[in-house]
């Protein structure tokens, strides 16, 4: 008996165009990846700069004096020894529309790294809840 093997076709040369090799294929798809893995890094460090700074945390302790026309927040912010801050201050009514808006800065006296602040928010019409939307270093 005989054996025959079967083996890749031959074809003529300058036919049937250039035959590709299976590293080509996988150029594109890992060039992508790459891309979006710097891109998700930068925008990481993008958001962080923007929205993470521990320095400066802020709680909501409460509110009071509601009134159709203004609402006092009471707030504590962490901050640096003998730094300040910028906060932003809202209110809102029920429904969860914002009805009030207001920037404020604290200081630190001294060497406190927690300052408790207590600031009138102007409204539109009557809010329901107080709150601390970030605050960030004053500068």
């Known amino acids: 008996m005989s054996e025959t093997r079967a083996t890749a076709p031959v074809f003529p040369p300058g036919r049937y165009g250039r035959r590709r090799d299976g590293r080509r294929r996988l150029l594109l798809p890992v060039t992508l990846a790459v891309l979006v893995g710097i891109a998700a890094v930068f925008l990481v460090i993008r958001l962080y700069g923007q929205y993470g700074d521990p320095n400066y945390d802020a709680q909501i302790v409460g509110w009071s004096d509601v009134t159709d026309k203004q609402m006092t927040v009471r ?59 970030r605050c960030a270093a004053a500068g």
């Open 75 to 133: 707030f504590t912010v962490r901050v640096p020894a003998g730094g300040s801050a910028t906060c932003g201050l809202r209110a809102r009514d029920y429904a969860a529309a914002e009805v009030g808006r207001r920037t404020v800065t604290v200081t630190a006296k001294d060497s406190a790294t927690h300052i408790d602040a207590s600031e009138v928010v102007t409204t539109t019409a009557r809010a329901a809840v107080g709150e601390v939307v």
